[in-house]
């Protein structure tokens, strides 16, 4: 069964960095491009970045070039988010998901197995 675990959400002020983590299970974690996607109050869900089978990443939203990173250790079959320079428009519960494919998917939409989420608040 597939098992998408996001941790490490919290408040902090604009300027401020947090790191976010996604834990995976029950699949075949090494061979397979895993997003992170946030989702705003009163906004549609988008995609943040993913990161490919291959280790390389994916940008979905320009807003979050030079300031988050994302990273992954197979051996612990965990995803990171580092966020930097956090601002208020950064506020919303971020998610991370896998379609089981090998790079990353174009659309938040075509991800199949989703975590619950953890909020990352910055308060303006």
């Known amino acids: 069964q597939v098992q998408l675990v996001e941790s490490g959400g919290g408040s902090v002020h604009p300027g401020g960095s947090l790191k976010l983590s996604c834990a995976a299970s029950?699949?075949?974690?090494?061979?397979?491009?895993i997003g992170w996607f946030r989702q705003a109050p009163g906004k549609e869900r988008e995609g943040v970045l993913c990161i490919g089978a291959s280790g390389l990443s994916t940008t979905y939203a320009d807003s979050v070039k030079g300031r988050f990173t994302i990273s992954r250790d197979n051996a612990k079959k965990m995803v990171y988010l580092h966020m930097s320079s956090l601002q208020p428009d950064d506020t919303a519960v971020y998610y991370c998901?896998?379609?089981?494919?090998?790079?990353?998917?174009?659309?938040?939409?075509?991800?199949?197995?989703w975590g619950r989420g953890t909020q990352v608040t910055v308060p303006s």
């Open positions: 029950g699949f075949d974690f090494d061979l397979y491009a």
């Open positions: 998901a896998t379609d089981k494919a090998y790079y990353c998917e174009s659309d938040h939409r075509l991800y199949d197995y």
